[in-house]
């Protein structure tokens, strides 16, 4: 059942290449600590888990920017984690150092051990707050869905939290890509139907992180994370009921291999800030539309360079269908909220059609 | 005053692209952690800094990998900080958290308060290492120096340390660019006159580490980075004492811009793991010469994958001169060494011409 008002929104209609009265525009971590009010609602929640568990106050925080600045899309308040929390890694998080999990996987049997988690059992928060915030936009915008991308997400799992040079991970890979591939062919399994749930539950796009694809070798980049995701992309598309939902991967530092991810059959690739938006497009052509690319820097700077910055991003995409408006990242949590108004605004304004 | 055995060296031969018997090799940090002499050297210092500082111990520490393996060069063993540090702005290291500034730069009366230090005078100890290792090594392989690249000084500078959003020194770039010249040319002029002066001493090359150059957008990177590493290569190009000393220089994660850093003149271009070396050897054409590109995650695996691994990076290079071998970045720390050893004769033995 396809909404006619938010099937024919900007940010829908960029994602299939459609022309667009001027280009849409939404941010990584919209909701999130930038935003005085959501660090009100948070402070009530206790803390980032007991927020994210909770679909009103998810709901309530997804739409928070929302009611601040003109966004073309929303996007589903939660983690990219909550599949291995819902294994039973134990997710939790330490102030100033990110996630980590209490369990994390070590071995053979460790991997042997894991069971793909049914999201109406295992993740049913995620499902409300879905359903929860689609009625609350009333088809004003759309709702983007999302999960980790499975190298992403066993990142996390093998290192138990954040890390600067994966050798627990890689050291795995190298060591027993068997085992790799096993837990890898678990997670993507997981997030395939993780997003097939969400899309029941009325997301009108599913977007995958791929947060550490680009720590990889470019021959490991497509066997550890870019083949999982392929096979997200493939689950997704042959079944009736997701087929047309558009999928947008990213991978963080891809930029040498935005022709590869464009090859699996996703709608829309995103670009960080270190890939020329021109270049982007000579290397994916026509089968994809573009997300990105502005530093989230940017936005430490005066309103003047804002708008600069934002003309260049433009003039670099240049004329064409398919570029949705976004940063290369999550936004910072110091930056200023006028900044963002700043933002949103030149995006609309300086590629208006006249 | 050339001297032909080290002029005839495998490595400095590949430098010049010129044929050779086999694949010369160094590993970033060669001279580290994973070596127990090392941790030992160490513990006799009391830390990193008076180890650094004491050029009788940082000439023995330079010559342990060098007992151990057969590799093709030795390393300085020094640090990319010295020059601010020399500024006066308090290195110091702080156990699993790198680098610390005790006075990072915060305004422009801070940057103003800068004053380029001369080596001679606040450097000394660097140079006394370099005799003295040039005087041990006794010609039997050159030796490298270094520097950290002016943008990767001044991140460490204006952040007080490492970072993962590189929120401060960006948002000086972007809001204050005026200011962040005139911190980057300071920081040029310092580290053209630092390697200069190391030249003088006895090095036979000299690389510039640009670790954090991949953090900036393809406009920036050119502006803030590359610009201040051309101009060094230019300044040691234009004077006679150091023409003819070979250059290096390594941008990580700059696997986009590889022809870019072709241009400026230098003789060779780091590369990391992120880039396929015959993509690379594409965009550099016959101009420099590649030093790569081994994911240094490849050593925690067993001897037959480390032999394989080596293998595919030799065959991505291909045929032709100017290849030399070495991580895409700095050896861990939990390296077995008898893995290094694996490294190191695979790459002679596969290299080898038959």
Excluded at 163 to 185: D, W
Aim: proline share 6%.
């Amino acid at each position: 059942m396809v909404d006619t008002a938010v099937s024919n929104s900007r940010f829908l209609k960029a994602l299939r290449r459609e022309p667009v009265d001027c280009t849409p525009i939404w941010i990584m971590r919209q909701a999130g600590r930038y935003l005085p009010e959501y660090r009100k609602t948070r402070e009530q929640a206790g803390d980032f888990l007991s927020l994210m568990k909770n679909p009103e106050l998810a709901c309530e925080v997804t739409l928070q920017p929302l009611r601040r600045f003109p966004l073309d899309a929303a996007i589903l308040f939660s983690d990219i984690l909550t599949i291995p929390d819902a294994m039973g890694l134990g997710l939790h998080f330490v102030e100033g150092e990110g996630p980590q999990f209490t369990s994390p996987i070590k071995t053979a049997a460790d991997v042997q051990s894991l069971r793909l988690p049914d999201p109406e059992e295992k993740l049913p928060y995620v499902l409300d707050a879905v359903k929860l915030i689609k009625r609350e936009l009333a088809n004003q915008v759309p709702l983007i869905g999302f999960s980790g991308s499975p190298w992403t997400l066993a990142c996390y799992m093998v290192e138990g939290g954040s890390s600067k040079e994966f050798a627990l991970v890689k050291g795995m890979a190298y060591s027993n890509p068997q085992l790799m591939h096993q837990l890898l062919t678990l997670l993507a399994d997981s997030v395939a139907q993780y997003l097939k749930a969400q899309i029941m539950a009325g997301v009108d796009t599913v977007m995958i992180f791929d947060t550490w694809g680009g720590v990889l070798t470019p021959t490991r980049y497509q066997n550890f994370s870019l083949y999982y995701m392929h096979k997200i992309v493939a689950a997704l598309k042959s079944d009736a009921a997701t087929r047309d939902t558009p999928t947008i991967l990213f991978t963080k530092n891809g930029g040498q291999w935005l022709s590869k991810i464009a090859e699996t059959g996703c709608s829309a690739v995103g670009v960080d800030w270190t890939t020329d938006l021109h270049q982007a497009k000579v290397q994916v052509g026509d089968r994809v539309a573009l997300q990105g690319n502005l530093d989230p820097c940017v936005l430490y700077a005066p309103p003047e360079t804002i708008r600069q910055e934002v003309q260049q991003v433009l003039t670099a995409f240049g004329d064409g269908p398919g570029h949705i408006f976004n940063l290369g990242h999550g936004i910072h949590q110091h930056i200023n909220p006028d900044h963002v108004a700043v933002l949103v605004d030149a995006v609309h304004e300086l590629s208006r059609k006249a």
